[in-house]
């Protein structure tokens, strides 16, 4: 595998937040604690080591050991890790994503081999200390139609499950097998069959697959979608439903973003809470402004709290209400001795609204981490890309500039009648000219015949264009279905194509990953098959 980097800029797919944050632009400063970088993680180890209590750590591996007892084997990588869990001098570095379908794109696995490569790097800067890389599973979320998919080899798997609008994770599996599972072609490995094949749920079988790929580098899974766990949001669920703290903090912090020029990536509610249902249901709590005191309304249940009595149910039954994204994260670093959250551009993005949500509740604010993201060429498309005479980097480009390019290579001879244009221009300006002297009613029709002119060759200019293009037509075609495939619909390869496109006839690929990615260079990695 050849390995090639640069910088997020030159691939044109970020936003510029992301790309002002990598430069460390000024104004960016107010919305994070400390920038991703080998020495930041000092402090922050000493300020998490300092905040997270004894009783939530052995809340957290309690519960972890709970979930993991659902396999029957654990890889002694990821048992070793569970035991590290229980030191207070172990910290976590933590990904998170939904409970896509497959694994869904790429970007997932990216995710992952992002955070387990940092622990080993943290480990080697810091190795009085250990450091064990998390998959939050976002197991209470209710998008199904986003997580029932996958594509594979041009081909869309879906999952046609009866959507209950509740939490994902608690979903059993009917109907996988013959919509799915038995569709798929023969040389998918068995792990991805059997992940399925033997789990309850949506959550169970996310477990054994994430367990499956990634246990023997020691990945801990955790389901924070759990009564016991679910006990460290009593403060919070409380401060939230007095006060609807974390909504002003959110509007300061988006007021703050569109002064410097960003816009905000997630909304924020008067309430940033959901209500987790008898029936299964996962509905937002919402505020009755028709009543004269503040109350709260669960949607469609037909049933309308006062304050009080909601936080009553919260300090009793705190399993029953489930963080939205605003919450979310907070969640996760409460229950975690978290260090850094690894996450994509757009979660980078929501995080910047959150400095002010941890700092009501006091809780140290992460260090936050762009994800590795990577392009995959393939053999075949690495020697297409030679014939071609492009570099791997090139396939950033426009298409028009490489069909230049090509061009060139190839020796096609580039037409413009520029030139000829500019010309043609200043003869009619000495027409128009001698019009004026001589009969100024003729200028406009000077003006007419001008136009009909620079029309006519303009299109001999297409026409030829045309002509010369039609010399080179099957290496235009190539470079056309080759940008195609790496570039699906102009954008990363990363965010349509499923990692069993690779895997399949490359089994080191997440070993290829691993050995590629350097998580704090902050940079764009293109990887060439050999």
């Known amino acids: 595998m050849s390995v090639t980097t640069l910088r997020y800029a030159d691939t044109g797919a970020f936003s ?13 400063a107010p919305f994070y604690h400390r920038f991703p970088a080998l020495e930041e993680f000092a402090a922050q180890l000493e300020e998490k080591r300092s905040s997270y209590a004894a009783e939530d750590r052995q809340r957290l591996i309690t519960d972890l050991r709970r979930q993991y007892a659902a396999l029957s084997e654990v890889h002694p990588a990821v048992q ?40 080993r790097q943290l480990k080697e800067k810091y190795p009085q200390y250990d450091f064990v890389p998390v998959y939050w599973m976002a197991t209470e979320d209710h998008d199904f ?13 879906e999952w046609n499950a009866a959507d209950t609008g509740g939490p994902v994770g608690r979903l059993p599996l009917a109907g996988l097998q013959e919509e799915v599972l038995d569709q798929l072609p023969a040389d998918v490995p068995a792990a991805f069959r059997e992940a399925y094949q033997e789990s309850k749920t949506l ?47 959110v509007q300061a912090a988006n007021a703050q973003l569109e002064a410097a020029g960003y816009k905000p990536q997630v909304y924020s509610r008067p309430l940033n809470l959901f209500f987790l249902t008898d029936t299964g249901k996962r509905e937002r709590l ?38 939205n994204v605003v919450l979310r994260p907070l969640y996760q670093e409460l229950l975690l001795p978290n260090l850094c959250y ?10 910047f609204q959150l400095k002010g949500v941890f700092a009501e509740n006091g809780v140290p604010f992460p260090i936050l981490l762009p994800r590795n993201s990577a392009q995959f060429i393939g053999k075949a498309s690495v020697g297409k890309l030679r014939k071609l005479g492009l570099t791997a980097t090139d396939i950033f480009r426009p298409l028009p500039e490489l069909k230049k390019q090509v061009g060139a290579t190839l020796g096609q001879e580039e037409v413009s ?14 027409i128009a000219d001698l019009a004026q002297r001589l009969d100024p009613t003729l200028v406009r029709t000077v003006a007419a015949e001008q136009q009909k002119v620079t029309g006519i060759v303009a299109g001999l200019e297409k026409r030829l264009s045309k002509a010369a293009e039609a010399k080179h037509e099957t290496a235009y075609s190539q470079l056309t279905a080759l940008k195609d495939k790496l570039m699906p ?13 690779i895997l399949i006839n490359n089994p080191q690929f997440i070993q290829q990953l691993l050995a590629a990615f350097d998580p704090l260079a902050l940079e764009f990695t293109v990887l060439e098959e050999e």
């Open 145 to 157: 139609a986003e997580i029932n998919h996958f594509s594979l080899f041009g081909k869309k798997y």
């Open 16 to 28: 510029p937040l992301l790309i002002d944050y990598l430069a460390r632009h000024e104004a960016l």
């Open 342 to 351: 690894i996450g994509g551009g757009a979660e980078v993005a929501y995080w």
């Open 417 to 430: 009648l520029t030139e000829q244009q500019t010309e043609l221009a200043a003869a009619f300006q000495a």
């Open 286 to 323: 919402e505020y009755d402004a028709a009543q004269d005191c503040v109350q709260i309304t669960v949607r469609n249940t037909g049933r309308c709290h006062t304050q009080e009595e909601l936080l009553t149910l919260a300090q009793e039954h705190p399993e029953q209400f489930s963080p």
């Open 489 to 501: 619909g102009g954008h990363l390869q990363e965010r349509t194509d499923n990692v069993l496109n």
């Open 203 to 249: 959550s169970e079988a996310t477990l054994r697959l994430t367990h499956a790929l990634f246990g023997d580098l020691g990945l801990v899974s955790l389901d924070a979608d759990s009564p016991a766990l679910k006990q460290v949001l009593v403060p919070v669920l409380t401060k939230e439903i007095r006060e609807q703290a974390s909504n002003r903090a």
């Open 80 to 119: 070793a890790n569970l035991d590290l869990l229980e030191k207070e001098t172990t910290f976590t570095i933590t990904t998170g994503h939904q409970l896509n379908l497959f694994t869904g794109p790429l970007y997932f696995i990216y995710k992952i081999v992002t955070a387990v490569k940092l622990a």
